[in-house]
């Protein structure tokens, strides 16, 4: 099967950097992405790793090991707008498996 | 492009009633999947399909039937609705390729059963 573990909740001050750490166990790995979600509102796709590394879009990077199954998600210069969850997701054997979501506070 | 569009955007049902959620995707996309959302829980997988005539379970698939009878389409049927079944769904779809899966989400449709 498939299970992911991220931290529940971040908080951060406007300006500064984040980080959101995401391991998993899963069979059949493709790739490790991440999704962002503001309440009441769908899921954004943010990044896809599928080779260790570090992955650059932005303001956002990601970064995966896979020899140690785990990732993660870097937030630089924070903003307001950035408040919102955050979700890891694995991709294996054409399913991709959420974890439960980690909410970030941003500071003013 | 509308992308994934989803009806409705809000359902009540009363328990034991049976309803389809509706998901159309314009993006020839080959795979479709469904979550449900619960507070606290991120996104599980119901069901999932990686074309037309083919699906398969995801995480959590009783309670629910799927068909995929053309690509852009791909239902989500409550057989006998219960109020553990109260959550909010989205449908997804998505180019499977070796370089990305991106998948591009629905707004979403808000089921309460009572």
């Known amino acids: 099967g498939q299970s992911l573990e991220q931290p529940s909740e971040v908080t951060a001050v406007e300006g500064a950097i984040v980080q959101i750490n995401c391991t998993y166990q899963?069979?059949?790995?493709?790739?490790l992405s991440w999704y962002q979600q503001h309440d009441g509102g769908a899921p954004t796709f943010l990044s896809y790793?599928?080779?260790?590394g570090l992955e650059e879009t932005g303001r956002f990077s990601s970064f995966l090991s896979r020899s140690d199954s785990y990732g993660y998600l870097l937030l630089q210069e924070l903003q307001m707008k950035d408040s919102a969850s955050y979700f890891c997701?694995?991709?294996?054997?054409?399913?991709?498996?959420f974890g439960a979501g980690t909410r970030l506070f941003v500071k003013a | 492009n509308a992308g994934v569009t989803q009806t409705p955007k809000f359902q009540v049902l009363k328990t034991g009633q049976s309803m389809t959620l509706q998901c159309a995707q314009d993006?020839?996309?080959?795979?479709m999947s469904w979550y449900r959302q619960d507070p606290g829980m991120g996104l599980r997988l119901i069901h999932y399909?990686?074309?037309?005539?083919?699906?398969d379970q995801g995480e959590v698939p009783n309670g629910y039937n799927v068909s995929r009878s053309t690509t852009e389409d791909f239902p989500l049927r409550l057989l006998s609705a219960a109020p553990s079944q109260t959550s909010v769904y989205f449908c997804?779809?998505?180019?499977?390729?070796?370089?990305?899966?991106?998948?591009?989400f629905g707004p979403g449709t808000r089921l309460t059963v009572t």
């Open positions: 399909s990686v074309g037309a005539g083919i699906t």
């Open positions: 997701a694995v991709t294996g054997g054409f399913k991709t498996i």
């Open positions: 790793n599928a080779l260790d």
């Open positions: 899963t069979s059949g790995f493709y790739g």
């Open positions: 997804a779809s998505s180019y499977q390729g070796v370089d990305s899966y991106e998948q591009y």
């Open positions: 993006m020839n996309h080959e795979y």
